[in-house]
């Protein structure tokens, strides 16, 4: 064997070696998110308390396999008008 086809058997080894592997990828899990209208203030009101406090007896996580949005009333105190 020649020196040039050494060369060439070993760079198509290492080429072959750098060849990236199909992979499966991962599933994208999906978090449940459940949307709390509230009728008081949103951080204040105490069915939403009493909610996540249910929701943590049931082993639920917030941020970690649940998500909660509250939306609450909005109180614009320069302007005088509550909506």
């Known amino acids: 064997m020649s020196a040039r086809t050494v060369v060439r058997l070993v760079l198509g080894v290492l080429g072959l070696l750098t ?4 992979t499966t990828a ?3 899990v999906m978090m449940p998110r459940v949307g709390i209208l509230s009728l008081g203030s949103a951080a204040d009101d105490v069915s939403v ?9 049931l082993g639920y996580v ?9 939306l609450g ?9 509550v909506s």
């Open 62 to 70: 917030e941020g970690q396999n649940i998500t909660l949005v509250v």
């Open 49 to 57: 308390a009493a909610l996540r406090h249910g929701l943590q007896a």
């Open 19 to 22: 060849v990236p592997l199909p």
């Open 26 to 28: 991962q599933h994208a």
């Open 73 to 81: 009333r909005s109180i614009h105190t320069d302007s005088g008008m």
